[in-house]
Structures are given as structure tokens and as C-alpha cells.
Antibody
Framework: QVQLVESGGGVVQPGGSLRLSCAAS????????MHWVRQAPGKGLEWVTF????????YYADSVKGRFTISRDISKNTLYLQMNSLRAEDTAVYYC??????????????WGQGTMVTVSS | QSALTQPPSASGSPGQSVTISCTGT?????????VSWYQQHPGKAPKLMIY???KRPSGVPDRFSGSKSGTTASLTVSGLQAEDEADYYC??????????FGGGTKLTVL
């Protein structure tokens, strides 16, 4: 079945770096755009970044622009999020989400279970 | 990139209907019919319930419906059931490859 599995979360000091991964299965990964969405403890969802199906364009929320980089490896069916210069306010559960297909391109139709990132000294 | 505005809470008794609003601007909700709604139970990942303002993915009960007027979108849950108790989030495409979410609404089934 269609599945997204995130990994790579953990505890990191302010100013540090972390790389998250999202392994995709059950669908043609190379045909769909992908997102990262985060949720701080007890807070709402925040869209973080989007990469087009072919990796040709990447978009970022102002809150992470210049610090985070989204990428994808089609050969490994894996989405990545490189997070640098981490701040306490980046503490959150990070979800990867698949963009919908032809009918739902602007919706997030499949979500992973999330991976927790804690930025603390 | 300001968050869409949702009421923090909503409630209704089993069998009743409840409507949750989601207010944005002409740059997001008002500018595109790309509004979607997500249900999130505690400790779980969000689940797509409505896309393109009013369309339901396969498997979502028809008790869930969506609409939009101007810069405000709405999610209506009819015939409330205990399992509908959850947090609900709206989202809108905001142009230029950007998306925005609402702050979330906690739905309580009394």
C-alpha cells in the first residue's frame, strides 16, 4: 500500500544540523511532488517546503528559507530535508506528505507518521 | 505567509451538525479553489478529508462537506459521531509554490 516512513529525527543543539529522510513506497515516487509539514508540540500544522515531481523547483516557508533544503533521490524513492542553523523554534514533529495526483495536486493526500526533532542545549 | 484563521474549538452532540470556518485573504482562500481540510486524532498523522473546497476522497463519509464564500471556507460535519472528535485543519494554496494552514479547530462531540 501507499506508505511514507520518516526517519532521522533526534535531539540537536541550537545552531546544529540534522537530515531527515522519508522513504516512499506503493506509488511512483518520481511522478509526484512532495512536501514537508511540521507541528510544534501542542501547536498546529505549518507548511515547510515543497519539491516538484522532477525536482526542478523547490519552495520554502519564510521561516526556514536559507536554512533548510529539500531534495529527492528517485533511485532510492526517498525525500530528504537538510536542516541547518537549527533554532529552538524548529522543535516539532516533521511529516512528509505526498502531493495529490491529477485530481488533487494542491492537497496533501498521504502523510507519514512523523519524526520528532528537538532543538535544545 | 500568515496562517488562516480558524476558531480554536467547536462542539456538537451526536447526530447534530457543526460547521468550522477558515478565513484567509484574497491571496490564498479567496484567490484559489485549492482549499483542503485535514482531520487529526491525538498522536496520529493528519488525514485528508476534503480537497478543492468541496470534493471528498474515496473512503471519506459523505457526512463531511466543504464550501467556500469569498475569503472564507467552511467544513460541515453532519450527523456527528463520537469518532469525529479530533482536530481539524484547513489549508490553502497561496500561489508561487506556497501553502498555508489554519491554526486548527478542536472538535468535541458532547
Amino acid at each position: 500500500q501507499v506508505q511514507l516512513v520518516e526517519s532521522g529525527g533526534g535531539v540537536v543543539q541550537p545552531g546544529g544540523s540534522l537530515r531527515l529522510s522519508c522513504a516512499a513506497s506503493g506509488f511512483t515516487f518520481s511522478s509526484y511532488g512532495m512536501h514537508w509539514v511540521r507541528q510544534a508540540p501542542g501547536k498546529g500544522l505549518e507548511w515547510v517546503t515543497f519539491i516538484r515531481y522532477d525536482g526542478s523547483n523547490k519552495y520554502y516557508a519564510d521561516s526556514v528559507k536559507g536554512r533548510f533544503t529539500i531534495s529527492r533521490d528517485i533511485s532510492k524513492n526517498t525525500l530528504y530535508l537538510q536542516m541547518n542553523s537549527l533554532r529552538a523554534e524548529d522543535t516539532a514533529v516533521y511529516y512528509c506528505a505526498k502531493a495529490g495526483g491529477e485530481v488533487t495536486p494542491y492537497a496533501f493526500d498521504i502523510w507519514g507518521q512523523g519524526t520528532m526533532v528537538t532543538v535544545s542545549s | 505567509q500568515s496562517a488562516l484563521t480558524q476558531p480554536p474549538s467547536a462542539s456538537g452532540s451526536p447526530g447534530q451538525s457543526v460547521t468550522i470556518s477558515c478565513t484567509g485573504t484574497s491571496s490564498d482562500v479567496g484567490g484559489y479553489n485549492h482549499v483542503s481540510w485535514y482531520q487529526q486524532h491525538p498522536g496520529k498523522a493528519p488525514k485528508l478529508m476534503i480537497y478543492e473546497v468541496s470534493k471528498r476522497p474515496s473512503g471519506v463519509p459523505d457526512r463531511f462537506s466543504g464550501s467556500k464564500s469569498g475569503t472564507t471556507a467552511s467544513l460541515t460535519v453532519s450527523g456527528l459521531q463520537a469518532e469525529d472528535e479530533a482536530d481539524y485543519y484547513c489549508s490553502s494554496y497561496a500561489g508561487m509554490g506556497l501553502w498555508v494552514f489554519g491554526g486548527g479547530t478542536k472538535l468535541t462531540v458532547l
